[in-house]
């Protein structure tokens, strides 16, 4: 499908873990150990803040990650507190740019991994469900638009986790009212440059792969000899589809049907629950 990570900390530049890490986003996008497709090259994108109250910063482009020379010159130069970046496996929709994630609207950036299955048979009605007054700023054709929408016109920049709870229960609807027996399949991230809200669930409940991050702390005194871990502070935190490095102790899974959200130094996991808006 797709391949994802989101990070906050200190300043960073965005290269230490799109292209110098060992199994980096960039790796994955030709060489994924856990998607349902090994090649992610249908485009890409990288969203950052400068400061929490800014408005993000993005670049996408429809070619394939690994060969975009204009993607390697920019994440050596920035350096940003909290950035997302997404790879990108099309399903039923085309590879334009509009339709690269991370998706924006105002401060917020989305990203989704999975798909709303049957799209093309539920996609009327859950347009048709998003508010009026963000329906213009919809630009592509995905379905994980569609969802960031939603998750904005039931409450995400109010409370992201019942938002997207929400966002979740209309698409089941959606889908069983047309005969899809397992409509969605999703793991989810949304910013607003001070917390990272990250979600793994399914309908079936087999969901697409999902890791966070350790004690960075912790990690420091594992390996104190790891310049980018140094570089990354204490309360660094990383949420991703999978591991960038194989070492033991760095990585914990996210369970199913629960929603991380991390803001600074704390992070709070909770049980994800969806209910009609």
Not at 29 to 51: A, I, K, P, Q
Not at 72 to 100: G, M, S
Not at 146 to 166: D, I, K, N, W
Not at 172 to 178: D, L, S, T, V, Y
Request: proline content about 6%; overall charge negative; aromatic content about 10%.
């Amino acid at each position: 499908m797709c391949r994802w990570l989101a990070y906050t900390g200190n300043p960073i530049q965005l290269e230490t873990v799109l292209f110098r890490a060992e199994h980096s986003l960039i790796d994955q996008s030709l060489h994924s150990r856990m998607g349902h497709t090994t090649t992610n090259g249908d485009g890409f994108g990288v969203g950052w803040y400068g400061t929490p109250t800014d408005i993000p910063f993005r670049y996408r482009c429809v070619q394939p990650a690994w060969s975009d020379r204009n993607l390697r010159e920019a994440a050596r130069a920035v350096r940003a507190p909290l950035f997302v970046a997404h790879i990108r496996a099309a399903t039923d929709t085309p590879a334009q740019e509009t339709n690269c994630h991370p998706f924006r609207y105002g401060r917020w950036l989305f990203m989704h991994n999975g798909l709303i299955r049957n799209y093309p048979s539920v996609r009327r009605d859950l347009m048709m469900a998003i508010d009026p007054d963000l329906f213009a700023s919809v630009e592509g054709s995905t379905d994980s638009e569609v969802m960031f929408y939603l998750a904005l016109t039931f409450g995400l920049e109010l409370a992201p986790v019942t938002a997207l709870e929400r966002m979740v229960a209309v698409v089941e609807e959606a889908g069983r009212r047309h005969g899809v027996e397992h409509p969605l399949n999703m793991t989810v991230c949304a910013t607003d440059g001070e917390q990272i809200v990250a979600v793994r669930y399914s309908s079936e409940r087999q969901s697409r792969s999902l890791f966070h991050s350790t004690s960075f702390r912790h990690l420091r005194e594992l390996y104190p000899e790891d310049d980018r871990i140094k570089m990354a502070g204490d309360d660094a935190y990383l949420v991703l589809s999978e591991p960038l490095v194989d070492l033991p102790g760095v990585w914990q899974e996210i369970p199913e049907s629960v929603a991380v959200v991390t803001k600074g130094p704390s992070v709070e996991k909770f049980a994800f629950t969806p209910a009609l808006p």
